[in-house]
């Protein structure tokens, strides 16, 4: 089950931080920018033999705690997923999990009201990710 999700922008700015308020909401935000750099790592290290159509980075690094997945969209945005160690999702899972927000984002972003790059308030979207932290919405 995922304890944290973020989107962040092309520029490392984040869009929207939702934690679980059981965990250290601090600590969420220190792992999300921590992972900024292994997601910068990986894109940089693109070879021939990763596919660059494939979004989804898999598990940036293990924590004591956590599990931290990256997923990158064709215009840079982030998404990250932080998931307990106690719980962890399969690979299928995460990637159901990032394909839906990803989506959710795709929503957000077509509508004129909208403003790309601005703290994402939509309410479609807070549900969608509350769902999934909650982890309903993976089926």
């Keep these: 089950m995922a304890v944290c999700i973020a ?3 092309k520029d490392n ?3 929207y931080i939702a934690s679980d308020p059981a965990e250290d909401g601090l600590k969420m935000h220190f792992l999300v920018h ?3 750099d292994v997601i910068e790592e990986k894109l940089n290290s693109a070879t ?5 159509r494939d979004l989804y980075l898999g598990q940036l690094y293990p924590n004591e705690d956590y599990r931290i997945y990256g997923y990158v969209t064709n215009t840079k945005i982030k ?13 299928g899972d995460a990637r159901q999990v990032f394909s839906k927000v990803h989506s959710g984002y795709i929503s957000l972003v077509c509508n004129p009201f909208y403003s790309p790059g601005d ?5 479609p979207f807070l549900n969608t990710v509350t769902s999934l932290m909650r ?3 993976i089926a």
């Design 7 to 9: 989107v962040l922008t």
């Design 79 to 91: 998404i990250v997923v932080i998931e307990s160690i106690t719980n962890p999702l399969k690979d």
């Design 119 to 123: 703290t994402i308030t939509s309410q």
């Design 34 to 36: 921590t992972s900024i």
């Design 48 to 52: 021939a033999a990763n596919d660059p």
């Design 13 to 15: 700015c984040p869009l």
């Design 135 to 137: 982890g309903k919405a």
